[in-house]
T-cell receptor
Framework: TQLLEQSPQFLSIQEGENLTVYCNSS?????LQWYRQEPGEGPVLLVT?????EVKKLKRLTFQFGDARKDSSLHITAAQPGDTGLYLC??????????FGKGTRLHILP | DTGVSQDPRHKITKRGQNVTFRCDPI?????LYWYRQTLGQGPEFLTY????????KSRLLSDRFSAERPKGSFSTLEIQRTEQGDSAMYLC??????????????FGSGTRLTVV
Protein backbone atom coordinates (compact mmCIF):
# COMPACT_ATOMS: atom_id res chain seq x y z
CA THR A 1 0.00 0.00 0.00
CA GLN A 2 1.41 3.36 -1.00
CA LEU A 3 0.79 5.95 1.66
CA LEU A 4 1.54 9.63 2.01
CA GLU A 5 2.10 10.66 5.60
CA GLN A 6 1.73 14.32 6.43
CA SER A 7 2.93 16.12 9.51
CA PRO A 8 1.92 17.86 11.59
CA GLN A 9 -1.79 17.06 11.39
CA PHE A 10 -2.73 20.39 12.96
CA LEU A 11 -0.84 23.66 13.24
CA SER A 12 -2.01 26.92 14.78
CA ILE A 13 0.39 29.85 14.69
CA GLN A 14 0.37 33.62 14.89
CA GLU A 15 0.27 35.83 11.82
CA GLY A 16 3.77 36.68 10.66
CA GLU A 17 5.43 33.45 11.79
CA ASN A 18 7.10 30.95 9.49
CA LEU A 19 6.14 27.29 9.25
CA THR A 20 7.02 24.07 7.45
CA VAL A 21 4.81 21.06 6.80
CA TYR A 22 5.97 17.71 5.54
CA CYS A 23 4.83 14.90 3.28
CA ASN A 24 6.65 11.55 3.43
CA SER A 25 6.36 8.23 1.69
CA SER A 26 8.32 5.02 1.36
CA UNK A 27 7.53 4.99 -2.37
CA UNK A 28 9.16 6.86 -5.23
CA UNK A 29 6.83 8.98 -7.36
CA UNK A 30 7.29 10.63 -10.73
CA UNK A 31 5.75 13.80 -9.31
CA LEU A 32 4.10 15.15 -6.22
CA GLN A 33 1.43 17.82 -5.93
CA TRP A 34 0.22 20.11 -3.17
CA TYR A 35 -3.43 21.16 -2.96
CA ARG A 36 -5.16 23.56 -0.57
CA GLN A 37 -8.72 22.93 0.52
CA GLU A 38 -10.97 25.40 2.30
CA PRO A 39 -14.01 24.30 4.33
CA GLY A 40 -16.90 23.21 2.14
CA GLU A 41 -14.86 23.40 -1.05
CA GLY A 42 -12.86 21.05 -3.23
CA PRO A 43 -9.05 20.97 -3.26
CA VAL A 44 -7.25 23.52 -5.44
CA LEU A 45 -3.91 22.68 -7.03
CA LEU A 46 -1.01 24.83 -5.79
CA VAL A 47 2.03 23.23 -7.40
CA THR A 48 3.50 20.15 -9.04
CA UNK A 49 7.11 19.14 -8.36
CA UNK A 50 8.73 16.68 -10.70
CA UNK A 51 12.52 16.59 -10.39
CA UNK A 52 14.34 15.30 -7.31
CA UNK A 53 15.65 18.27 -5.34
CA GLU A 54 13.39 20.70 -7.19
CA VAL A 55 12.36 23.89 -5.39
CA LYS A 56 9.37 25.95 -6.53
CA LYS A 57 8.20 29.24 -5.09
CA LEU A 58 4.68 30.64 -5.14
CA LYS A 59 4.85 34.06 -3.48
CA ARG A 60 5.45 33.28 0.22
CA LEU A 61 5.14 29.50 -0.29
CA THR A 62 8.22 27.40 -1.05
CA PHE A 63 7.82 23.78 -2.13
CA GLN A 64 10.65 21.26 -2.24
CA PHE A 65 10.78 17.73 -3.64
CA GLY A 66 13.21 15.39 -1.93
CA ASP A 67 16.27 14.20 -3.82
CA ALA A 68 14.94 10.62 -3.83
CA ARG A 69 11.43 11.77 -4.90
CA LYS A 70 9.85 10.19 -1.82
CA ASP A 71 9.10 13.28 0.23
CA SER A 72 8.25 16.94 -0.01
CA SER A 73 7.97 20.00 2.18
CA LEU A 74 5.97 23.20 2.09
CA HIS A 75 7.40 26.27 3.81
CA ILE A 76 5.31 29.39 4.37
CA THR A 77 7.06 32.64 5.21
CA ALA A 78 5.28 35.33 7.21
CA ALA A 79 1.99 33.45 7.41
CA GLN A 80 -1.22 35.39 6.91
CA PRO A 81 -4.82 34.58 7.92
CA GLY A 82 -5.59 33.93 4.24
CA ASP A 83 -3.21 30.94 4.38
CA THR A 84 -5.63 29.13 6.70
CA GLY A 85 -6.83 25.85 5.23
CA LEU A 86 -6.17 22.14 4.76
CA TYR A 87 -2.96 21.43 2.86
CA LEU A 88 -2.93 18.09 1.07
CA CYS A 89 -0.04 16.42 -0.65
CA UNK A 90 -0.91 14.09 -3.50
CA UNK A 91 0.80 11.58 -5.78
CA UNK A 92 -0.19 9.26 -8.62
CA UNK A 93 0.60 5.55 -8.26
CA UNK A 94 -1.11 5.24 -11.67
CA UNK A 95 -2.03 8.05 -14.05
CA UNK A 96 -5.77 7.96 -13.34
CA UNK A 97 -5.73 7.85 -9.52
CA UNK A 98 -4.50 10.40 -7.02
CA UNK A 99 -3.65 9.28 -3.53
CA PHE A 100 -3.80 12.00 -0.91
CA GLY A 101 -2.27 12.35 2.50
CA LYS A 102 -4.61 13.10 5.40
CA GLY A 103 -3.53 16.73 5.25
CA THR A 104 -2.21 19.40 7.57
CA ARG A 105 -4.91 21.68 8.94
CA LEU A 106 -3.35 25.12 9.26
CA HIS A 107 -4.87 27.97 11.25
CA ILE A 108 -3.27 31.39 11.24
CA LEU A 109 -4.30 33.61 14.12
CA PRO A 110 -4.55 37.35 13.36
CA ASP B 1 -15.39 28.40 -18.25
CA THR B 2 -17.29 28.11 -14.98
CA GLY B 3 -15.19 25.32 -13.50
CA VAL B 4 -16.51 21.97 -12.30
CA SER B 5 -20.09 22.21 -11.01
CA GLN B 6 -21.71 19.80 -8.60
CA ASP B 7 -25.34 19.58 -7.60
CA PRO B 8 -26.70 19.52 -4.98
CA ARG B 9 -24.20 21.08 -2.57
CA HIS B 10 -25.83 19.41 0.40
CA LYS B 11 -28.10 16.40 0.72
CA ILE B 12 -29.68 14.95 3.84
CA THR B 13 -31.39 11.61 3.39
CA LYS B 14 -32.84 8.86 5.50
CA ARG B 15 -31.06 5.54 5.68
CA GLY B 16 -32.27 3.21 2.97
CA GLN B 17 -33.18 5.94 0.48
CA ASN B 18 -31.52 6.35 -2.90
CA VAL B 19 -29.65 9.53 -3.81
CA THR B 20 -28.19 10.84 -7.07
CA PHE B 21 -25.55 13.51 -7.51
CA ARG B 22 -24.64 15.35 -10.68
CA CYS B 23 -21.30 16.68 -11.91
CA ASP B 24 -20.72 19.00 -14.85
CA PRO B 25 -17.01 19.04 -15.72
CA ILE B 26 -15.13 21.74 -17.59
CA UNK B 27 -16.46 21.37 -21.13
CA UNK B 28 -13.25 20.47 -22.94
CA UNK B 29 -12.08 17.98 -20.28
CA UNK B 30 -12.44 14.39 -21.39
CA UNK B 31 -11.43 12.81 -18.08
CA LEU B 32 -13.83 12.82 -15.12
CA TYR B 33 -13.25 11.42 -11.65
CA TRP B 34 -15.30 10.83 -8.51
CA TYR B 35 -13.70 10.93 -5.07
CA ARG B 36 -15.08 10.60 -1.54
CA GLN B 37 -13.76 12.48 1.47
CA THR B 38 -14.65 11.74 5.08
CA LEU B 39 -13.83 13.95 8.04
CA GLY B 40 -10.13 14.10 8.81
CA GLN B 41 -9.11 12.25 5.67
CA GLY B 42 -7.89 13.15 2.24
CA PRO B 43 -10.11 12.34 -0.73
CA GLU B 44 -10.24 8.70 -1.86
CA PHE B 45 -10.67 7.53 -5.45
CA LEU B 46 -14.01 6.02 -6.44
CA THR B 47 -14.15 5.89 -10.24
CA TYR B 48 -12.83 7.38 -13.47
CA UNK B 49 -14.28 8.08 -16.92
CA UNK B 50 -12.56 8.87 -20.16
CA UNK B 51 -15.28 10.39 -22.33
CA UNK B 52 -18.32 8.12 -21.78
CA UNK B 53 -16.33 5.00 -20.85
CA UNK B 54 -15.97 4.09 -17.19
CA UNK B 55 -12.42 2.76 -17.18
CA UNK B 56 -11.63 2.16 -13.52
CA LYS B 57 -13.53 1.58 -10.29
CA SER B 58 -12.18 1.38 -6.76
CA ARG B 59 -12.93 -1.59 -4.57
CA LEU B 60 -14.46 1.06 -2.28
CA LEU B 61 -17.29 1.32 -4.80
CA SER B 62 -19.77 -1.30 -3.57
CA ASP B 63 -22.65 -2.68 -5.62
CA ARG B 64 -24.87 0.05 -4.19
CA PHE B 65 -22.88 2.69 -6.05
CA SER B 66 -23.22 3.32 -9.76
CA ALA B 67 -21.83 6.08 -11.93
CA GLU B 68 -22.60 7.08 -15.50
CA ARG B 69 -21.40 9.60 -18.04
CA PRO B 70 -23.84 8.94 -20.86
CA LYS B 71 -22.68 11.40 -23.50
CA GLY B 72 -19.18 12.06 -22.28
CA SER B 73 -20.27 15.35 -20.74
CA PHE B 74 -21.97 15.44 -17.30
CA SER B 75 -21.82 12.50 -14.91
CA THR B 76 -24.12 11.13 -12.23
CA LEU B 77 -23.27 9.12 -9.13
CA GLU B 78 -26.12 7.16 -7.57
CA ILE B 79 -26.09 5.51 -4.17
CA GLN B 80 -28.84 2.98 -3.53
CA ARG B 81 -30.07 1.96 -0.07
CA THR B 82 -27.91 4.54 1.65
CA GLU B 83 -26.17 3.65 4.91
CA GLN B 84 -24.85 5.95 7.63
CA GLY B 85 -21.32 5.06 6.56
CA ASP B 86 -22.01 6.70 3.20
CA SER B 87 -22.04 10.12 4.89
CA ALA B 88 -19.17 12.03 3.30
CA MET B 89 -18.24 14.76 0.86
CA TYR B 90 -18.47 13.46 -2.72
CA LEU B 91 -16.06 15.31 -4.98
CA CYS B 92 -16.01 15.36 -8.75
CA UNK B 93 -12.93 16.41 -10.71
CA UNK B 94 -11.97 16.70 -14.34
CA UNK B 95 -8.77 17.00 -16.36
CA UNK B 96 -7.99 17.61 -20.03
CA UNK B 97 -4.74 15.73 -20.17
CA UNK B 98 -3.59 12.16 -20.09
CA UNK B 99 -0.82 13.28 -17.71
CA UNK B 100 -2.68 14.65 -14.68
CA UNK B 101 0.36 13.82 -12.58
CA UNK B 102 1.91 16.91 -14.11
CA UNK B 103 -1.12 19.14 -14.68
CA UNK B 104 -3.42 18.15 -11.84
CA UNK B 105 -7.17 17.97 -11.56
CA UNK B 106 -9.82 20.66 -11.24
CA PHE B 107 -12.18 19.75 -8.43
CA GLY B 108 -15.75 20.84 -7.91
CA SER B 109 -17.02 22.13 -4.57
CA GLY B 110 -18.48 18.75 -3.70
CA THR B 111 -21.79 17.36 -2.49
CA ARG B 112 -22.00 16.91 1.27
CA LEU B 113 -24.16 13.82 1.99
CA THR B 114 -25.58 13.19 5.45
CA VAL B 115 -27.44 9.93 6.03
CA VAL B 116 -29.66 9.99 9.14
Amino acid sequence: TQLLEQSPQFLSIQEGENLTVYCNSSSVFSSLQWYRQEPGEGPVLLVTVVTGGEVKKLKRLTFQFGDARKDSSLHITAAQPGDTGLYLCAAYPVSWEIIFGKGTRLHILP
Amino acid sequence: DTGVSQDPRHKITKRGQNVTFRCDPISEHNRLYWYRQTLGQGPEFLTYFQNEAQLEKSRLLSDRFSAERPKGSFSTLEIQRTEQGDSAMYLCASSPHDRPEYYGYTFGSGTRLTVV
